[in-house]
């Protein structure tokens, strides 16, 4: 269970970050669940810079 956990968590960095790491991706027993971190840290870099942009919108329409 924690090698899931770590393999998650270093997917959802990567994700973050946009980068991926193929051998961890094709891991055989963890690779899920680092695919799964790469998607979910993806999804929160995306809404992160999504936030930013509708602010940056509405700081210039004031």
């Known amino acids: 269970m924690e090698e899931a956990l770590a393999a998650y968590h270093a997917g959802h960095t990567d994700g973050s970050a946009g980068v991926r ?32 942009e509708v602010r940056r919108l509405l700081d210039e329409t004031r």
């Open 21 to 52: 790491d193929g051998m961890r991706a094709n891991d055989p027993e963890t690779g899920t669940d680092y695919r799964v971190g790469v998607v979910d840290g993806s999804v929160v870099a995306f809404q992160s810079e999504l936030i930013a």
